[in-house]
């Protein structure tokens, strides 16, 4: 594997990692701007352009199996379809979203002890 080969597959990790924690803090927030009865103008401003960020963004699951051995692009996805598509209940919602989490929290640890190396 040649330098620029590695550093391409770093480069595809670190936006990886920043899109990963993007996703722990917008996904929850996305869920109580969604379950909430009433919301302000700038509430319903912040939940459609969350969305608009996950509906723009093209991702292929596969890459976070093959990068991080991780199936954590599978888990957001079906976590902002479940927030979205409006046929869960918030607690069927905030189960699947705690699956994301708890992925997540496995990959810091492991991001952890990689950067102290």
């Given at each position: 594997?040649?330098?620029?080969?590695?550093?391409?597959?770093?480069?595809?990790?670190?936006?990886?990692?920043?899109?990963?924690?993007?996703?722990?803090?917008?996904?929850?927030?996305?869920?109580?701007?969604?379950?909430?009865?009433?919301?302000?103008?700038?509430?319903?401003?912040?939940?459609?352009?969350i969305i608009e960020v996950y509906k723009n963004y093209s991702f292929?699951?596969?890459?976070?199996?093959?990068?991080?051995?991780?199936?954590?692009?599978?888990?957001?996805?079906?976590?902002?379809?479940?927030?979205?598509?409006?046929?869960?209940?918030?607690?069927?919602?905030?189960?699947?979203?705690?699956?994301?989490?708890?992925e997540h929290l496995r990959l810091h640890k492991n991001w952890?002890?990689?950067?102290?190396?």
């Amino acid at each position: 594997m040649t330098a620029r080969n590695i550093q391409r597959i770093n480069e595809a990790v670190y936006i990886l990692r920043n899109f990963i924690d993007l996703s722990a803090e917008l996904l929850p927030f996305l869920v109580e701007l969604q379950y909430s009865k009433k919301l302000s103008e700038s509430d319903e401003q912040d939940k459609e352009r969350i969305i608009e960020v996950y509906k723009n963004y093209s991702f292929d699951t596969e890459t976070s199996k093959l990068l991080m051995n991780s199936s954590i692009m599978e888990l957001i996805q079906k976590s902002f379809s479940y927030i979205t598509d409006g046929k869960h209940s918030k607690d069927i919602t905030k189960k699947q979203l705690k699956e994301f989490r708890k992925e997540h929290l496995r990959l810091h640890k492991n991001w952890s002890l990689i950067d102290s190396n």
